[in-house]
């Protein structure tokens, strides 16, 4: 049993997730009012409204939200995820079922937001209501939008899956009634990875508080008549749907998980592990496995399953194949045979780029600290480094890359072990430091940056669009901190970059994942990747492939009309030619790989925004393969409508955000600078910022010129800002229509 929780709720929280459809400015100036007025409000008893409740009415643990009746809260709705997963070969198909249940007497919205596998294709939407199941469409994104809000409008129900992040999705449900549970479905499939002669499964349970930078405000005067505007640059324009409310773990943990995967490998199992959760494991023959997690457990970090092959059993080359309508979709993974003799070692310029940021705090920081003092002490003779750190500041600790000699080394091992974290996560600047490249045109050494961070920020556009810049002859590997890492932004730099990414999950593992990190730092196994074929009508994703590293496959999907034909590969290894040929015709039945090759073509349609591409060309074309093969996307959701209403009218229906959990091993007062015998849940600092502005506005007076000045919280969403901007746009937009009207009249 837990202790009772309040969790902010309206005015100053997420009462926004019913207003951010009115667009920022007048979501912004509405919170304000709202907020305003609470502050304002007659604090005197009063009769307590129907379906409210008191905490001292609660006789078990709960979950209670503020609402603007001082003194009165409402049942926040509770959530239950079950995960089920079927691995057949490298494919796996996963149905997660998520329970929204309302133990209020009030009519409520429940919206959550959930972490997904960054290269999975949603597909599949179901709602169950009594013994009924509805079937979700996809829709074009504002197009389903406007049908959930409709039938929400309606008293009826409906639920809503979005993507926020190629690995961050809302689910919105609507009209969930007095002490009733909605139950919905979401199907997903994935490729399993595969690292040497290990393939790992990663499920992702929390989505870990995201630092989100502050937009910048330039002001410019526009005539003679002293009119301004007011220009405000957002790197997250959609800070809003990123940044749900933590919970404070000394209150317990919410959000229960039950999981199950089932193992069809094909061949013989050799050893099956799962390193984060307890797991019981039934064997159905040598081939075939159950895996149970012990639980269910609070979805507070990431579940990895791990299983290796038995000798000898892991497949050269597999062929995969799905035929829908004619076309045939091809999963084509090859692990290329890597001599024994190793090729002559190449002096190394590493530039090792570590994050100190409050996230850090707790268990990442050690695991961050210990990986990079590994790494120093795997330079050599002949190599250069360099060592940068950041949180909201940042460091370069030489003025430019020195010798690895045992001088330059002790300053740095004293720099890193010195490091603690606080303060946000500023990543961009610190990639741009580190991209910066004195000696372009030296080839006598591999210029590398090892990024360590768990990547919890929610500008990934901004990062990513600056690798396309400014990435030149440097590769860029990122490590992974922690239980809960940004899985999607981790990877993706590493594919742009060409290089690859390792995950950390414990202090335990990090000897072991350096290890394989260092073997891969030495050199890529294969480079200039393509494939040619006798067929035109092939297309094939990624493209171009990217390098590979030691243990790495190549893995490739394909679509064309035909069933025979050949599919070859070619690159260089070690320095000298490769090649492998598939054959189009010995392909098995694989299911589900239509919606991996459509996955894989609208990721690499979005990568090239960051070359140049125009953004309406890109979107056309997301949009276009999104919907051909019913996948959730950027640009479009997935939406589920019941048929007749629920909500009786005159009914009012309340949004609330559900919280999340602080995943495991975080630190809670470094990320939110929070006092720990508060009982709130602050969504995303919303209160603190307040009370931030409310003392700089009554400090302004003593400050030179009255300026006001506002601190950048640690590891803080920055929700709120989006109040400033509002109401900086807002004024821009008026000070433009009394110009517009002034030249009218005088015309």
């Given at each position: 049993?837990?202790?009772?929780?309040?969790?902010?709720?309206?005015?100053?929280?997420?009462?926004?997730?019913l207003?951010?459809?009115?667009?920022?400015?007048?979501?912004?100036?509405?919170?304000?009012?709202?907020?305003?007025?609470?502050?304002?409000a007659?604090?005197t008893?009063?009769?307590?409204?129907?379906?409210?409740?008191?905490?001292?009415?609660?006789?078990?643990?709960?979950l209670?939200?503020?609402?603007?009746?001082?003194?009165?809260?409402?049942?926040?709705?509770?959530?239950?995820?079950?995960?089920?997963?079927?691995?057949?070969?490298?494919?796996?198909?996963?149905?997660?079922?998520?329970?929204?249940?309302?133990?209020?007497?009030?009519?409520?919205?429940?919206?959550y937001?959930?972490?997904?596998?960054?290269?999975?294709?949603?597909?599949?939407?179901?709602?169950?209501?009594?013994?009924?199941?509805?079937?979700?469409?996809?829709k074009?994104?504002?197009?389903?939008?406007?049908?959930?809000?409709?039938?929400?409008?309606?008293?009826?129900?409906?639920?809503?899956?979005?993507?926020?992040?190629?690995?961050?999705?809302?689910?919105?449900?609507?009209?969930?009634?007095?002490?009733?549970?909605?139950?919905?479905?979401?199907?997903?499939?994935?490729?399993?990875?595969?690292?040497?002669?290990?393939?790992?499964l990663?499920?992702?349970?929390?989505?870990?508080?995201?630092?989100?930078?502050?937009?910048?405000?330039?002001?410019?005067?526009?005539?003679?008549?002293?009119a301004?505007?007011?220009a405000?640059?957002?790197?997250?324009?959609?800070?809003?749907?990123?940044?749900?409310?933590?919970?404070?773990?000394?209150?317990?943990?919410?959000?229960?998980?039950?999981?199950?995967?089932t193992?069809?490998?094909?061949?013989?199992?050799?050893?099956?592990?799962?390193?984060?959760?307890?797991?019981?494991?039934?064997?159905?023959?040598?081939?075939?496995?159950?895996?149970?997690?012990?639980?269910?457990?609070?979805?507070d970090?990431?579940?990895?399953?791990?299983?290796?092959?038995a000798?000898?059993?892991?497949?050269q080359?597999?062929?995969?194949r799905?035929t829908?309508?004619?076309?045939?979709?091809y999963l084509?993974?090859?692990?290329?045979?890597?001599?024994?003799?190793?090729?002559?070692?190449?002096?190394?310029?590493a530039?090792?780029?570590?994050?100190?940021s409050?996230?850090?705090a707790?268990?990442?920081?050690?695991?961050?600290?210990?990986?990079?003092?590994?790494?120093?002490?795997?330079?050599?003779?002949?190599?250069?480094?360099?060592?940068?750190r950041?949180d909201?500041?940042?460091?370069?600790?030489?003025?430019?890359?020195?010798?690895?000699?045992?001088?330059?080394m002790?300053?740095?091992?004293?720099?890193v072990?010195?490091?603690?974290?606080?303060?946000?996560?500023e990543?961009?600047?610190?990639?741009?430091?580190?991209?910066?490249?004195?000696?372009?045109?030296?080839e006598?050494?591999?210029?590398?940056v090892i990024f360590?961070?768990?990547?919890?920020?929610?500008?990934?556009?901004?990062?990513?669009?600056?690798?396309?810049?400014s990435?030149?002859?440097?590769?860029?590997?990122?490590?992974?901190?922690?239980?809960?890492?940004?899985?999607?932004?981790?990877?993706?730099?590493?594919?742009?970059?060409?290089?690859?990414?390792t995950?950390?999950?414990?202090?335990?593992?990090?000897?072991?994942?350096?290890?394989?990190?260092?073997?891969?730092?030495?050199?890529?196994?294969?480079t200039?990747?393509?494939?040619?074929?006798?067929?035109?009508?092939?297309?094939?994703?990624?493209n171009?492939?990217?390098?590979?590293?030691?243990?790495?496959?190549?893995?490739?999907?394909?679509?064309?009309?035909?069933?025979?034909?050949?599919?070859?590969l070619?690159?260089?290894?070690?320095?000298?030619?490769?090649?492998a040929?598939?054959?189009?015709?010995?392909?098995?039945?694989?299911n589900?790989?239509?919606?991996?090759w459509?996955?894989?073509?609208?990721?690499?349609?979005e990568?090239?925004?960051?070359?140049?591409?125009?953004?309406?060309?890109?979107?056309?074309a997301?949009?276009?393969?999104?919907?051909?093969?019913?996948?959730?996307?950027?640009l479009?959701?997935?939406?589920?409508?019941?048929?007749?209403?629920?909500?009786?009218?005159?009914?009012?229906?309340?949004?609330?955000?559900?919280?999340?959990?602080?995943?495991?091993?975080?630190?809670?007062?470094?990320?939110?600078?929070?006092?720990?015998?508060?009982?709130?849940?602050?969504?995303?600092?919303?209160?603190?910022?307040?009370?931030?502005?409310?003392?700089?506005?009554?400090?302004?007076?003593?400050?030179?010129?009255?300026?006001?000045?506002?601190?950048?919280?640690?590891?803080?969403?920055?929700?709120?800002?989006?109040?400033?901007?509002?109401l900086l746009l807002?004024?821009?937009?008026?000070?433009?229509?009394?110009?517009?009207?002034?030249?009218?009249?005088?015309?």
């Amino acid at each position: 049993m837990t202790s009772n929780l309040l969790v902010r709720g309206h005015p100053l929280g997420w009462s926004r997730v019913l207003l951010r459809r009115a667009g920022m400015a007048g979501a912004a100036l509405l919170t304000a009012f709202l907020g305003s007025s609470a502050l304002r409000a007659d604090t005197t008893p009063t009769q307590q409204p129907a379906g409210y409740v008191e905490p001292s009415e609660m006789g078990t643990g709960s979950l209670l939200l503020k609402t603007v009746e001082p003194g009165h809260y409402l049942e926040a709705p509770r959530l239950k995820t079950d995960v089920s997963i079927t691995v057949t070969g490298p494919i796996a198909r996963a149905r997660i079922t998520q329970r929204f249940e309302n133990p209020s007497d009030k009519w409520v919205e429940g919206v959550y937001v959930f972490p997904l596998p960054p290269n999975s294709g949603v597909d599949t939407l179901r709602m169950q209501i009594g013994d009924r199941f509805l079937e979700g469409d996809v829709k074009e994104r504002e197009q389903a939008r406007q049908i959930y809000e409709h039938a929400a409008a309606q008293g009826i129900k409906a639920t809503l899956i979005e993507q926020q992040r190629p690995n961050m999705f809302t689910n919105s449900v609507a009209n969930i009634g007095p002490h009733e549970t909605v139950v919905v479905q979401i199907e997903y499939q994935e490729a399993v990875k595969l690292d040497g002669d290990k393939f790992s499964l990663r499920v992702p349970l929390v989505v870990g508080p995201r630092y989100t930078p502050p937009a910048t405000v330039a002001v410019a005067d526009v005539s003679t008549s002293g009119a301004r505007v007011v220009a405000v640059s957002d790197p997250v324009p959609d800070r809003d749907s990123v940044t749900p409310p933590v919970l404070n773990p000394i209150f317990g943990k919410i959000n229960p998980v039950s999981l199950s995967i089932t193992l069809k490998s094909g061949v013989s199992l050799a050893t099956i592990e799962s390193p984060y959760h307890p797991v019981d494991v039934a064997r159905t023959d040598d081939k075939t496995a159950t895996v149970t997690l012990k639980g269910p457990v609070p979805a507070d970090r990431d579940f990895v399953l791990n299983w290796k092959l038995a000798a000898n059993a892991v497949p050269q080359a597999t062929l995969f194949r799905e035929t829908i309508a004619g076309q045939n979709y091809y999963l084509a993974m090859v692990v290329p045979r890597v001599g024994t003799t190793a090729p002559r070692r190449q002096a190394r310029e590493a530039i090792f780029v570590i994050d100190n940021s409050g996230s850090m705090a707790g268990e990442s920081i050690k695991q961050a600290k210990k990986a990079l003092s590994l790494a120093l002490q795997d330079l050599k003779a002949g190599d250069r480094f360099n060592v940068v750190r950041f949180d909201d500041t940042l460091t370069v600790l030489f003025n430019d890359a020195v010798p690895a000699d045992a001088e330059h080394m002790a300053v740095a091992q004293r720099f890193v072990s010195s490091l603690e974290a606080a303060g946000g996560t500023e990543i961009y600047p610190a990639l741009k430091a580190a991209l910066k490249d004195t000696t372009p045109k030296d080839e006598t050494r591999l210029r590398q940056v090892i990024f360590l961070t768990d990547g919890d920020v929610s500008n990934e556009d901004q990062v990513l669009a600056e690798i396309g810049t400014s990435l030149g002859r440097s590769r860029l590997f990122t490590v992974g901190i922690g239980s809960a890492p940004n899985t999607f932004l981790m990877e993706h730099i590493a594919t742009l970059g060409r290089g690859t990414f390792t995950h950390i999950g414990t202090v335990e593992e990090v000897d072991a994942r350096m290890a394989e990190l260092f073997n891969k730092l030495e050199r890529p196994v294969m480079t200039d990747l393509h494939v040619t074929t006798n067929d035109a009508k092939l297309e094939t994703w990624p493209n171009p492939i990217p390098d590979l590293y030691a243990g790495e496959p190549v893995v490739l999907t394909g679509a064309t009309s035909e069933r025979a034909g050949t599919l070859r590969l070619e690159g260089r290894m070690g320095g000298k030619p490769w090649s492998a040929t598939l054959d189009l015709s010995t392909a098995v039945d694989g299911n589900g790989v239509a919606k991996l090759w459509a996955r894989s073509k609208i990721s690499a349609i979005e990568d090239t925004r960051y070359h140049g591409t125009n953004q309406g060309d890109v979107d056309a074309a997301v949009l276009k393969v999104a919907l051909a093969h019913h996948l959730v996307s950027r640009l479009s959701s997935l939406v589920a409508v019941d048929v007749t209403p629920s909500r009786p009218a005159g009914e009012n229906m309340s949004s609330e955000a559900m919280p999340t959990n602080l995943p495991a091993g975080w630190d809670f007062a470094k990320v939110f600078g929070e006092d720990p015998s508060n009982p709130m849940i602050k969504a995303s600092l919303d209160q603190k910022l307040m009370d931030k502005l409310a003392s700089s506005e009554k400090s302004a007076a003593s400050k030179p010129n009255g300026g006001v000045g506002v601190e950048l919280p640690q590891t803080d969403a920055g929700t709120n800002l989006q109040i400033l901007l509002g109401l900086l746009l807002t004024l821009s937009g008026t000070a433009m229509l009394l110009m517009l009207r002034k030249r009218t009249v005088r015309s």
